[in-house]
């Protein structure tokens, strides 16, 4: 099994900045990509940035310019930075991995249980 834990949401106001993170453990051999998806009310869940084992990184048009995804490869940890804060960006952050519990078998997406950021005055 591959577990992931979230941290790092909450309230914060309009224009400041939150990170939140998330470290996968369990049966791992092997990860790829890690990210972040949302999901609010009323709106198709959306990625919302991811990066490769590479650190090649992938961003959503909404948070692009105001958003880092960064990875802690030795731990197995992704974090995403998100400053300039809106309204819009209040939602369920979800992060998933791409791993591999063995060299022999495929690779599958595992998700956090979901971190709620919520973006008032």
């Not at 979800?94 to 690779?107: F, K, L, P, Q």
Request: with cysteine; hydrophobic share 30%; proline share 2%.
């Amino acid at each position: 099994q591959v577990q992931l834990v979230e941290s790092g949401g909450g309230l914060v106001q309009p224009g400041g900045s939150l990170i939140v993170s998330c470290s996968a453990s369990g049966s791992i051999f092997s990860i790829s990509s890690m990210g972040w998806h949302r999901h609010s009310p009323g709106k198709q869940r959306e990625l919302v940035a991811q990066i490769t084992s590479t650190g090649y990184t992938n961003y959503a048009d909404s948070v692009k310019g105001r958003s880092t995804i960064s990875r802690d490869n030795a731990n197995n940890t992704v974090f995403l930075q998100m400053n300039s804060l809106k309204p819009e960006d209040t939602a369920v952050y979800y992060c998933y991995v791409y791993a591999w519990r063995d060299i022999s078998s495929g690779g599958s997406n595992y998700w956090g249980q979901g971190t709620q950021v919520t973006v008032s005055s």
